[in-house]
């Protein structure tokens, strides 16, 4: 089993978010000598790929679990056998502390002066490409978390191509989560950034290049994360959660969640311009993560994780604020958008249970979907993701998979076996690591019985970090 990288930051405190099932790993690897407990089955193919931080140097200030350097880990599966491989994302910020041998940069909550570049939008940090993978057009799209390059990989080799300009057609930055629309073979993204515009909104046609970017005007600068679409329309957001600038001047990193201010969601056509853009009210949170959102009549769904409490008022030492900030807690919210008479309706999908980074089946994004996986978030000082939650719009009903004791697994992508049609017909796929024997496996999960546990196991020849966001390449599209 290979030994972790030890990486430290300089807060004089041990950084959780640099030990155990979050530390580092030392070595690039390519087997496919791999012992599987069950059978893999056969009619499972493509290929399952979850980015995440891997930080390489020891930091300058503190660590924060988004720094560290995007490494995407790979399982390729095909007629009943699987292949491990795991690689760095080659970004800009990656090749120059290579060459330096050390970091250059200070991390998201230091003070950014100094540091070598950043991104378009003037955001000097980092940009690690860490955060999630998109498929388009035959390659994966690694994206960063606060707008930045979208790295292109191959999605068997893993190896970095570039940045990605959709045929020198892009200027600014891309945003973390862009919506793929299988059907038309759009993109659909967005950027953000501190000075005016403070949002620009765009559209990739199927031919790859950008086809459409209009400006959007908004109270002052924001920190967006995700949007949705629908057929017809795109769903942008105005959260009353931003930078303190005040701190920011003074170098430091602080948010604000202003509650006296509504959330607003910006509906308005795929392709339309700014002052077709229709703003809906509701109540003051946050939101990572859209699941998924559809049309409805003259009504637009929208089913996201909601955070009610964004910005914890964090006691204690400068690292203790830092990890209370970093703690997931989101529900499964729906908001109901009214096209006729401008309402909003909104209320709890689940209430009770505390799960985020949800995965529907692609070929559904922006149509009705039944069903959503979230991985469940367990109550703990730092995130970890405990098991799995299958949603069920038409019923209501939920099922539940626990991954076991001191086991922690990772966004798990709806995947079809071959030739399915319905949006169960098919499996679950998620790194699992056990912080006890510091082992790491996949395990393929029948989506439509998550109670069952895992059809099989691939054991893994080293530990997988804890991280991000996944994606399932299906077999086809690999052709």
Not at 87 to 105: G, K
Not at 120 to 141: E, I, P, Q, W
Not at 327 to 336: C, Q, S
Not at 461 to 468: H, I, K, S
Request: net charge negative.
């Amino acid at each position: 089993m290979a030994e972790p990288l030890v990486v430290m930051d300089e807060s004089g405190e041990p950084n959780p978010y640099l030990l155990g099932v979050y530390a580092p790993v030392k070595d690039e690897t390519t087997t496919g000598d791999l012992r599987v407990i069950g059978e893999i089955p056969r009619d499972l193919n493509g290929v399952y790929l979850r980015n995440g931080p891997n930080a390489r140097f020891p930091m300058k200030g503190r660590y924060h679990w988004f720094d560290g350097d995007g490494m995407v880990h790979a399982m390729h599966f095909e007629n009943g056998t699987a292949r491990y491989r795991n690689r760095y994302v080659r970004t800009r910020a990656f090749a120059s502390e290579s060459a330096e041998r050390r970091s250059l940069w200070t991390g998201v909550m230091e003070n950014p002066k100094g540091n070598p570049f950043g991104n378009t939008r003037g955001l000097n940090l980092k940009d690690s490409a860490n955060t999630d993978l998109v498929f388009h057009r035959g390659r994966v799209l690694a994206t960063w978390y606060l707008c930045g390059a979208p790295y292109s990989l191959d999605p068997l080799s893993l190896e970095t191509i570039g940045v990605e300009t959709f045929l020198d057609t892009l200027t600014g930055d891309f945003m973390a989560h862009p919506k793929a629309d299988e059907h038309t073979g759009e993109l659909f993204w967005f950027d953000y950034g501190p000075r005016r515009p403070y949002l620009r909104y765009g559209v990739v046609g199927a031919g790859g290049a950008v086809e459409h970017c209009v400006e959007l005007d908004l109270p002052g600068a924001r920190l967006p994360h995700d949007m949705g679409i629908t057929e017809n329309h795109a769903i942008l957001m105005d959260l009353p959660l931003y930078q303190d600038m005040e701190a920011a001047r003074q170098g430091r990193y602080k948010l604000t969640f202003n509650r006296d201010l509504p959330s607003r969601f910006g509906i308005m056509p795929r392709r339309g311009q700014a002052g077709e853009i229709r703003w809906f009210e509701a109540e003051p949170c946050y939101i990572y993560h859209v699941v998924n959102s559809w049309e409805e009549g003259e009504e637009i769904i929208m089913d996201v994780c909601r955070v009610s409490r964004p910005a914890p008022a964090g006691i204690g030492s400068p690292l203790s604020r830092m990890l209370s900030y970093l703690k997931l807690d989101a529900r499964m919210y729906r908001y109901r958008f009214d096209l006729r008479t401008g309402r909003t309706s909104e209320e709890y999908v689940d209430e009770d249970h505390n799960t985020e980074f949800p995965s529907i089946d692609a070929r559904r994004v922006g149509h009705r979907s039944r069903y959503a996986y979230n991985v469940s978030v367990k109550d703990a000082d730092t995130n970890l993701f405990d098991g799995l939650v299958r949603y069920d719009n038409e019923t209501g009903s939920k099922q539940t998979h626990h991954f076991g004791e001191y086991r922690y697994g990772s966004e798990a992508p709806f995947a079809p076996r071959d030739g399915a049609t319905a949006e169960d017909d098919g499996y679950l796929v998620s790194f699992v690591t056990d912080e006890r024997e510091g082992v790491s496996e996949v395990q393929i999960i029948d989506a439509a019985r998550l109670t069952d546990g895992p059809v099989a196991r691939v054991l893994l020849p080293q530990r997988v970090p804890l991280g991000f966001h996944a994606t399932w390449v299906r077999s086809d599209q690999l052709r």
